[in-house]
C-alpha cells in the first residue's frame, strides 16, 4: 500500500511569486488536510478537503488555497509570498474525517 | 480554541531510563487525541490514538494514556532509536488537528 507522496521534496521561490504543492493520498482515503510547520513547532492547521470540499479552515490568508481532485488527491496554492511563508508544508491524509491521519514527508518552501 | 501544552520541551534520557512525556488539553468536544513521532526532517509518524478517560494504547516500549484534561506517553526502556519529536494533537468537532509544540527526546547509549 503507497503511503501519502509530496512533490516536489525542496523549492525555493522569491518574494511574491506564487507556489503550487501537490499532494497523493494514501489508497482508500478521501480526507486530505495541509498543515504548515515552522521550525521547532508543531504543525498549523491550514485547511481539510473532504471529498473534493473544503471542509474547515485555520487561521491562514486567503491568499492560501486548495483544490482536491476525484481520486482526492490535492493541490495547496500559494500566492504572493511572504518571507515567513518559508517553512515545512505537510500534507495528510485519513479515510474519513473523524479517523487519524497520515502524513506525507512535507515539502521544504524557502522565500528568499 | 483548542489548546495543546506539551512538557518537557526536551528530554534527554540514558538509555534504559524509563521516562513520561505530557500533553495537557483544552478542547470543546474531543474527538481524539493523537500522538506522532516525527524524525528531523520529516513528516509525523501516527502512533496511537486515544478517544476516551482512562483509555491506554501500547506499542513495542510506548505506552500511551489519557485523562479528561491530559495524556501522558511513558517510554520504558529506551533505545537510541527512539531519539526524537513526539508530537500529540487533538481532534474537536471540527475535524482539524491542533497540535501541541512536541516534545524532543534524546536518548544516550
Known amino acids: 500500500e503507497t503511503g501519502v507522496t509530496q512533490s516536489p521534496t525542496h523549492l525555493i521561490k522569491t518574494r511574491g511569486q506564487q507556489v503550487t504543492l501537490r499532494c497523493s493520498s494514501q489508497?482508500?482515503?478521501?480526507?486530505v488536510s495541509w498543515y504548515q510547520q515552522a521550525l521547532g513547532q508543531g504543525p498549523q492547521f491550514i485547511f481539510q478537503?473532504?471529498?473534493?470540499?473544503?471542509?474547515g479552515r485555520g487561521n491562514f490568508p486567503p491568499r492560501f488555497s486548495g483544490l482536491q481532485f476525484p481520486n482526492y488527491s490535492s493541490e495547496l496554492n500559494v500566492n504572493a509570498l511572504e518571507l515567513d511563508d518559508s517553512a515545512l508544508y505537510l500534507c495528510?491524509?485519513?479515510?474519513?474525517?473523524?479517523?487519524?491521519?497520515?502524513f506525507g514527508p512535507g515539502t521544504r518552501l524557502t522565500v528568499t | 480554541e483548542d489548546q495543546v501544552t506539551q512538557s518537557p520541551e526536551a528530554l534527554r534520557l540514558q538509555e534504559g531510563e524509563s521516562s513520561s512525556l505530557n500533553c495537557s488539553y483544552t478542547v470543546s468536544g474531543l474527538r481524539g487525541l493523537f500522538w506522532y513521532r516525527q524524525d528531523p526532517g520529516k513528516g509525523p509518524e501516527f502512533l496511537f490514538t486515544?478517544?476516551?478517560a482512562g483509555e491506554e494504547k501500547e506499542k513495542e516500549r510506548l505506552k500511551a494514556t489519557l485523562t479528561k484534561k491530559e495524556s501522558f506517553l511513558h517510554i520504558t526502556a529506551p533505545k537510541p532509536e527512539d531519539s526524537a519529536t513526539y508530537l500529540c494533537a487533538v481532534q474537536a468537532g471540527d475535524y482539524k488537528l491542533s497540535f501541541g509544540a512536541g516534545t524532543t527526546v534524546t536518548v544516550r547509549a
Open positions: 495528510a491524509s485519513s479515510r474519513d474525517r473523524a479517523y487519524e491521519q497520515y
Open positions: 486515544l478517544y476516551s
Open positions: 489508497s482508500g482515503h478521501n480526507t
Open positions: 478537503y473532504y471529498r473534493e470540499e473544503e471542509n
